[in-house]
Structure formats: structure tokens, C-alpha cells
């Protein structure tokens, strides 16, 4: 029964990342432990009077856990082909009898480098609140910040360093190729490497958040969709080009008006 499992280390794999990522979606809907479920959030209009939430070290805590959880959910389905391709990899190896062991190793890490980002955002989300460029709705109320925002991720679209990145996170064998390490430890530094890739490749799509809304569902699903057809469709160059074009006239357009 066991080696009949084995064989079947890419269905483990897939389930696994399908449970992660529906729990993760699951939390994100239901409001992720702030009292109110990121569909209502996305009905009230932005400019609505919400109470501040007061900021202690619990708070941030849940804040950093929805953070986490959201990035799970927007990045993991883009991940998933790297993840099935070190399986396969790991079991026609024959280095280890449990395929899925060294492949955990590898999403630990790769998770590990999304889990310090959302230290960064809720540390970031802290200091915006309290300044009041963001509101208890989770959005910027300062026109200038939001263009900004909109702006500079427009024009990282057509950083060099994106660019780079988007190569290794796009072509899962080139990356394998050129990283690969041997043992549990190795597959978790690939992890961290493969997750840097990634975030140097859309973090500042993230930051739309902050405008579009933190908990809004049509941003977070937006951006999640946005991520998986730069990652995988041919045209995702261009796509990217074109989505940062957009950005940069919506800015644009803010300021000027």
C-alpha cells in the first residue's frame, strides 16, 4: 500500500496544495478573525466611517496571520507547477523513499519568504494606520499614495530585476537545473531562492492591495488570477507590459485629476 502511494506522489502533492489554499481562501472569506467577512467588506463603499481597530501586539499578530494567509491563497496555484516538477524530480531521483518529505522542505521555504513579506506589510499596514493614509476599511484615503502606488507598480512592470525574476518563476526546469541541492536542507533553500524569485517578481502587485483594499475579494482574486496568467500563459510578457501601462495611466490619471 505504501509503494502504491508513492507512485502517487503528485495526487498527495496536489491535494495538499488544494487543501492549503481552499483553507487559506476559506479564511480570507470569512474575515479572517477580525469580526467582519471580506464580502461585506467588499460591499461597503471605500469612504465608509468604520471604527479603528487599536493596534496591540495580538492585533498584529491576527493582522500578520491574514497577511500569510493570503498569500498563500494568491500564490501557491502559480507555485504549484514548480512543487509537482521537484516531486517528479525527487521520486526519478530514488534519493528518498518519501518524495513529499523533501518537497514540504521546499514549500516550507518558498512559504518562509511570503511569511516575511507579510511581516513587512503588517508592519507597513501599522504605519499607514496610524498616520491615517489608511482606513479602517483597509484603504488609502490619500489620493497621492494611491497613485503612487499605482505608479510605481506600473512601472516595475518594466524593471529589469521583474523581468528576471518572472524568467526563473515562468520556467520551473530552468530553475531546477541551475539550483538544485541535495537533501531535505537543500530542497528548503530552493524553497527560500524559488520564493525570493517570486517575490522580487510581484511584490509590489501586492502593495495594490493597499489600494484597491486589503480584504476586498475582487482586488485579491484580481491579482491572484493577474499572477497565474504572467506565470503561465505565452503572452504573459505582454501582459505584463500592458498591465503596466494601465497602471501607470490610472495613476496618471489621479494626480491629474
Not at 507512485?7 to 467582519?36: E, K, Q, Y
Not at 529589469?160 to 520556467?171: A, D, G, H, Q, V
Request: charged letters at 10%; glycine letters at 10%.
Amino acid at each position: 500500500m505504501f509503494e502504491a502511494v508513492l507512485r502517487r506522489d503528485r495526487v498527495v502533492v496536489v491535494a495538499a496544495l488544494v487543501f492549503v489554499i481552499a483553507l487559506s481562501w476559506i479564511w480570507i472569506v470569512t474575515g479572517a478573525g477580525t469580526g467582519t467577512g471580506a464580502i461585506e467588506m467588499t460591499r461597503m463603499p471605500r469612504d465608509m466611517m468604520m471604527t479603528p481597530a487599536t493596534w496591540t501586539p495580538a492585533y498584529a499578530v491576527l493582522m500578520f496571520v491574514m497577511w500569510w494567509a493570503m498569500m498563500l491563497a494568491m500564490m501557491l496555484p502559480s507555485a504549484a507547477p514548480m512543487l509537482l516538477i521537484f516531486a517528479r524530480i525527487t521520486r526519478q531521483r530514488g534519493v528518498v523513499t518519501r518524495p513529499w518529505t523533501p518537497t514540504t522542505c521546499f514549500a516550507a521555504g518558498y512559504l518562509a519568504v511570503w511569511g516575511g513579506f507579510s511581516t513587512v506589510a503588517t508592519a507597513l499596514q501599522w504605519a499607514l494606520e496610524g498616520t491615517g493614509l489608511l482606513s479602517a476599511m483597509m484603504v488609502t484615503t490619500a489620493t497621492w499614495l494611491g497613485a503612487v502606488i499605482l505608479v510605481g507598480a506600473g512601472l516595475w512592470q518594466f524593471a529589469p530585476l521583474k523581468r528576471i525574476c518572472l524568467r526563473y518563476c515562468r520556467s520551473p526546469m530552468g530553475f531546477l537545473t541551475t539550483h538544485w541541492r541535495p537533501g531535505d536542507g537543500g530542497a528548503f533553500r530552493m524553497g527560500l531562492e524559488h520564493g525570493a524569485y517570486c517575490l522580487g517578481c510581484c511584490w509590489f502587485l501586492m502593495a495594490l492591495l493597499f489600494f484597491g483594499g486589503v480584504m476586498n475579494l475582487w482586488w485579491i482574486g484580481g491579482l491572484a488570477a493577474y499572477i497565474l496568467a504572467e506565470k503561465l500563459f505565452p503572452t504573459g510578457d505582454w501582459l505584463s507590459y500592458a498591465v503596466g501601462i494601465g497602471l501607470i495611466a490610472w495613476g496618471a490619471f489621479l494626480l491629474v485629476s
